[in-house]
T-cell receptor, first 109, second 113 residues
Framework: AQRVTQPEKLLSVFKGAPVELKCNYS??????LFWYVQYSRQRLQLLLR?????SIKGFTADLNKGETSFHLKKPFAQEEDSAMYYC???????????WGAGTKLIIKP | DVKVTQSSRYLVKRTGEKVFLECVQD?????MFWYRQDPGLGLRLIYF???????EKGDIPEGYSVSREKKERFSLILESASTNQTSMYLC????????????FGPGTRLTVT
């Protein structure tokens, strides 16, 4: 079955500390993977996608097909990173997205 | 810049009322989606549409229906609202080709009393 798992509902770290939000997926094909972010009182928006291999707001995510993971990382957390983060998977040739349950990230000052 | 708008930011309805939530996108996207967002459950797909007058059930279609008469507009209908439909409703759209990125509206917080 196709599934995206975010094992942490809540992650709290201090400002300046490294951040890693975990995402594991279950899918046999070649998925397209995304991280979306929702800041307080703002709409859900794309943070980054694995095919772009880019760094957005200091965040990076590497697709590890062996471990079927797509963890989101940032070396030094900032208070403005506090938000809800969702990992999502797009199966081959399919415009739907399969969503993880989300992780609430809180950056403590 | 893609714009997805939703008709209401907050809505309070009584049990048994018929509720209409409307979504409009201005990017000529083929695909449109309705989700509900609940804490701890993430986003759950209610219905989606890949073309005008076409609709497909998502994971939780019970108690909902949809209408897509025009490409830019996708409506979610709660035929008889119930308290367990109190939630945040998100509309999204995406292109029918290429990257599958979805663009979201601001959401409608619906409370059914």
């Amino acid at each position: 079955a196709q599934r995206v798992t975010q094992p942490e509902k809540l992650l709290s770290v201090f400002k300046g500390a490294p951040v890693e939000l975990k995402c594991n997926y279950s899918y046999s094909g070649s998925p397209e993977l995304f991280w979306y972010v929702q800041y307080s009182r703002q709409r859900l928006q794309l943070l980054l996608r694995h095919i772009s291999r880019e760094s957005i707001k200091g965040f990076t995510a590497d697709l590890n097909k062996g471990e079927t993971s797509f963890h989101l990382k940032k070396p030094f957390a900032q208070e403005e990173d506090s938000a809800m983060y969702y990992c999502a998977l797009s199966p081959d040739s399919n415009y739907q997205l399969i969503w993880g349950a989300g992780t609430k990230l809180i950056i403590k000052p | 810049d893609v714009k997805v708008t939703q008709s209401s930011r907050y809505l309070v309805k009584r049990t048994g009322e018929k509720v209409f939530l409307e979504c409009v996108q201005d990017m000529d996207h083929e695909n449109m989606f309705w989700y509900r967002q609940d804490p701890g459950l993430g986003l759950r797909l209610i219905y989606f549409s890949y073309d005008v007058k076409m609709k497909e059930k998502g994971d939780i279609p019970e108690g909902y229906s949809v209408s897509r008469e025009k490409k830019e507009r996708f409506s979610l209908i709660l035929e008889s609202a119930s308290t367990n439909q109190t939630s945040m409703y998100l509309c999204a759209s995406s292109s029918g080709t290429g990257v599958h990125e979805q663009y979201f509206g601001p959401g409608t917080r619906l409370t059914v009393t």
